[in-house]
């Protein structure tokens, strides 16, 4: 009798262990779709934690948040992985008023991020309006004292609104340096998205050391269509901003790691993550808590369904990916030091969206083999397999050779929300966040089987 439960238990454990690919993908997208976790976890983050900008009380409130999470979630350890982290601070005032013809027009605008704040009485100049940097140098001596309007719209006509976003940032992130360099006093940048409202949507800016620093600031696009009108009907138009953002020193902080640990070769990790931070502008629902949220629920469908993996896989909700990169930086430096394989990295932070595929950077061998993976992702709509792509965070880790996968949700909506205050739960859709996680779970399974 014992040898026929003992040997009864063995075939029982060895039919568990032998599920195959397809059988464990319909498990995961069951169990997912039944409990909506995913959601669950995005309303509390919001609701416990709320916004989340690096060096911000609320992003060590979301350290705290992401550990408990994990630990709920029944990763095997998690730990909280140190990193110096910047703190900007946006401050109460920032305003835009444009001046023509002895008449004040208000503008729509915020801060951008890392921008330098003004005097009290905000600085005031004429306004040129331009387009690339080309024309900003062209302006030469012309720019000295004015403040620059960069005014180049989304592409339109790109399917993919990433890649709009893409061929417009420029402006945002280098545009304070190209107009300093001509000596111009400020800069106002059309916000990055194909919508038409007057919401201005912040993002990072930067600065370069040996060049003078000068405020930034993003406006609304229907203030930048109205402020383009004005500079066409009237020569001189001048523009008064004022900012109270301020830098402060660089605050120690955390990346939230936790783990499933591979039965057999723990050592070779697959990585799936999102960035914990946010901006101060809405409460980063899609950006990154979606991210946030998926990476935690990969661990929590593959715990319950009690599927052991052969290679560890690893959530990592990422310090700072919003106005410095510094936890996807440390986190690499971590890898390099442990000697651990980091085989693949899978990054959620394209919004909550349904997905549709995965963009894959990597050799053809390595390619092919993660497409021939489609017709498992095509029971959660996933089965697209791009060529390129991965993710800010996971970006560093391409010189271990680790395979960069990041996933693609539908970009229509993404930029109408994006680091504004637009970017609110209302705007996420609890099954459309589900697949996400689902897409991610499957993935992360099959190469943590199969290697790559
Ligand atoms: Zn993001």
């Given amino acids: 009798m014992k040898t026929i439960i003992l040997c009864l238990t063995f075939l029982f454990s060895s039919l568990v262990f032998a599920q195959t690919h397809s059988e464990v993908a319909e498990l995961l ?18 609701s416990s934690v709320g916004t ?24 095997d350890s998690v730990w909280l992985e140190p990193v110096m982290i910047p703190k900007w601070v946006r401050g109460p005032v920032e305003k835009a008023e444009a001046c023509v013809s002895g008449k004040t027009v208000e503008l729509t605008i915020c801060a951008l991020g890392g921008t330098i704040g003004t005097p009290k009485g905000g600085v005031t100049g004429l306004v040129i309006e331009v387009h690339n940097f080309d024309e900003v140098k062209a302006l030469g001596e012309k720019a000295k004292g004015k403040i620059i309007f960069y005014n180049r719209p989304f592409d339109r006509t ?14 945002r992130a280098n545009g304070a340096i190209e107009a300093a ?27 370069n050391d040996t060049i003078m620093k000068i405020p930034a600031a993003a406006v609304s696009t229907i203030d ?21 953002a301020k830098t402060f020193p660089d605050v120690p902080s955390f990346t939230v790691i936790g783990q499933i640990t591979g039965s057999e070769k723990p050592n070779e990790i697959i990585l799936v993550g999102g960035h914990l931070d946010s901006w101060d502008k809405g409460t980063g629902a899609h950006d990154d808590g979606s991210g ?13 369904l009690k599927l052991k993996p052969t290679r560890t896989i690893r959530a990592v909700l990422f310090a700072n990916e919003e106005n410095g990169s510094r936890g996807g930086r440390a986190y690499a430096a971590f890898a390099k030091n442990t000697g651990e394989k980091h085989l693949a990295a899978i990054e959620s932070d394209a919004g909550g969206f349904l997905p549709r595929g995965f963009g894959v950077s990597t050799d053809s061998i390595r390619f092919d083999k993660i497409r021939s993976y489609s017709s498992l992702l095509e029971i959660v709509g996933t089965e697209k397999i791009k060529k390129g792509g991965g993710g800010e965070d996971i970006g560093y880790l391409e010189s271990l050779g680790t395979v960069m996968i990041g996933l693609n949700p539908e970009s229509q909506r993404y930029f109408d929300f994006h680091h504004s205050n637009h970017d609110t739960i209302d705007k996420v859709h609890p099954r459309e966040l589900e697949f996400g996680a689902i897409a991610m779970s499957i993935l992360s399974w099959v190469l943590s089987q199969d290697g790559i």
Avoid: C
């Fill in 158 to 171: 790109k399917v993919n609104t990433g890649e709009a976003y893409g061929g417009a940032v420029n402006q």
């Fill in 181 to 207: 360099k001509v000596g111009a006093i400020g800069v106002l940048v059309r916000t990055m998205t194909n919508a038409l409202d007057d919401e201005p949507h912040t993002g990072m800016m930067r600065y």
């Fill in 292 to 304: 946030v949220v998926h990476s935690i629920e990969v661990i929590r469908l593959i715990k319950f």
């Fill in 29 to 46: 997208k069951n169990k997912g779709l039944q409990d909506l976790q995913a959601y669950e976890l995005l309303k509390d983050l919001i």
């Fill in 52 to 75: 989340r900008l690096s060096g911000s009380e609320g992003y060590e409130k979301a350290v705290q948040w992401g550990k408990k999470q994990l630990e709920l979630a029944g990763a």
């Fill in 224 to 244: 930048a269509n109205a402020l383009s009108a004005m500079i066409a009907q009237e020569k001189n138009v001048s523009v008064t901003i004022q900012l109270s």
